[in-house]
């Protein structure tokens, strides 16, 4: 079903991956409930929306395209939801799912009409190589951010606004001022993270079979005696299923009733700051994919060049990449029903790619585990972030071959390909990363006179970019 042989791979190799991936990105359980329920929406709800919209994405990620691609609600997307569209602009948490449900329809039809696959062959090739090696800086961050190597200063005249809680600063907006450094290793689960960093490293460079799996798992042990992962705190009561059931009652389908798509329009003043969120969301979602499927696919070979000219000459949803991008607008979309905010592809499944997954049986595997963790919540948790930093670090060197491919000496490629990269991580953000890539690559042609090298596709899609840019600097 899976053609294992024909993409070089074997049942074993495909559970490592799905494994892997799935440890990866399982933070997503709890820290998507954790920043949607700021919002008003319950916590349990929330924690059973995003297993249920992770499973069906990536179980139609797997079956219907045969790639390994795993989905849940995208880091980013969430805090806009939360932060900036219910809590800044005033809107309803319900209001809110209405609007990722019309993202959801926009990415099927743009998808369904070939407007997604023409933005993907506008694309200049030294930009996706930059993607791809953009998204390596990214992974690798997240991995360094995780694992606790950083820390970071701020002047006090550059904190912009904080909330405090419990007598503690959270949710502190610093406009600039900012300095990071080298993190003390005096603590335990600094410590852990850069044992972790060094087992994962050795078995790597000496070729191990399912390297990057057994470094989560070791380090998650070694957490116990270290004292980063304390049994006694598990809680194999928290999240139990029938609670969550209880709540998603609230949740679910709560886009469509009264408090959400019909009220989200009543206000016609209202109208054109609803068609900009939409289109926000709707920018974010699309970008995150594209970048993710191109940074990774290329390189490893998932989506070969019979796959690329299939975008732009077949009709419908006929090939692997129309299959895959079809299943993260349906996710999206299935998303917004169950209450959760825009499940897109998640960049993490470049650990599972990274140790040899390469069809849709990874992403089964990982679905299962989604599933799986609904009743096995706090055994889920234990894995602490400094086990799976090493993973991502690790995977980021590995992506960061495509930048070989750029042409540094020449500027015209190098100025865009660095803003695409080094933004990526720098701003925590795929598609900020593209939108700066895009800019300058506009720019630069426009000043060199070679206006017609922008594809009509590009000069649109810099545009909303823009527009998108000018709406979030007056919201």
Not at 7 to 31: N, P, Q, R
Not at 295 to 315: H, L, M, P, Q, W
Not at 377 to 383: E, K, L, R, T
Not at 405 to 414: G, S, V
Request: hydrophobic share 50%.
């Amino acid at each position: 079903m899976f053609k294992l042989k024909e993409h070089g791979t074997t049942v074993s190799t495909e559970i490592i991956a799905g494994l892997t991936t799935f440890f990866a990105m399982s933070y997503i359980l709890f820290v998507n409930p954790s920043i949607l329920s700021l919002s008003g929406m319950p916590f349990q709800a929330v924690f059973l929306a995003t297993i249920i919209s992770s499973a069906i994405g990536t179980l139609i990620m797997g079956l219907f395209a045969n790639v390994p691609y795993a989905q849940a609600p995208g880091m980013g997307l969430n805090a806009f939801f939360t932060f900036t569209v219910v809590m800044g602009l005033g809107y309803s948490w319900e209001q809110a799912l209405a609007m990722v449900f019309l993202c959801g329809l926009i990415n099927i039809v743009i998808t369904i009409t070939k407007l997604r696959k023409m933005i993907i062959k506008s694309i200049p090739e030294s930009l996706q190589h930059a993607i791809g090696g953009g998204i390596g800086i990214f992974v690798a961050y997240v991995g360094i951010k995780n694992a606790g190597f950083l820390h970071f200063t701020s002047d006090q005249q550059a904190i912009v606004s904080s909330t405090v809680e419990g007598g503690k600063a959270v949710n502190v907006v610093s406009n600039g001022g900012i300095v990071p450094a080298l993190a003390n290793f005096n603590s335990p689960a600094i410590i852990l993270a850069f044992i972790g960093l060094v087992l994962t490293t050795i078995l790597v460079i000496k070729n191990v079979k399912g390297a990057i799996l057994i470094g989560i798992l070791a380090t998650t042990i070694l957490a116990i005696p270290m004292g980063v992962v304390e049994l006694s705190s598990v809680d194999f009561h928290q999240n139990s299923l029938g609670n969550s059931f209880k709540e998603l009652g609230t949740t679910f389908g709560a886009a469509f009733g009264t408090k959400g798509l019909p009220s989200l329009f009543a206000d016609s003043s209202r109208i054109p700051q609803v068609l900009l969120t939409v289109l926000a969301f709707s920018l974010s979602d699309i970008f995150d994919t594209i970048g993710t499927f191109i940074g990774t696919g290329r390189r490893t070979g998932i989506f070969t060049k019979e796959d690329e000219d299939a975008v732009e000459n077949s009709s419908g949803v006929k090939s692997k990449m129309d299959k895959a991008l079809f299943a993260d607008a349906i996710a999206t979309t299935a998303g917004s029903i169950v209450g959760t905010s825009n499940v897109t592809t998640f960049v993490e499944s470049a650990a599972g790619i990274g140790v040899g997954g390469r069809t849709g049986f990874t992403s089964v595997v990982v679905a299962a585990m989604f599933l799986l963790s609904s009743f096995l919540s706090p055994i889920v948790g234990m894995v602490p972030p400094q086990a799976t930093a090493p993973a991502l670090i690790l995977v980021g060197v590995m992506m960061m071959s495509s930048f070989k491919e750029i042409k540094w000496t020449d500027l015209e490629d190098a100025i865009p390909a660095f803003f695409t990269s080094v933004f990526m991580g720098l701003c925590y953000s795929i598609s900020y990363g593209i939108a700066a890539g895009f800019i300058f690559f506009v720019i630069i042609k426009l000043v060199k006179g070679k206006r017609k090298e922008v594809s009509p596709v590009l000069w649109v899609v810099t545009g909303l970019f823009v527009i998108n840019f000018i709406m979030l600097a007056f919201l």
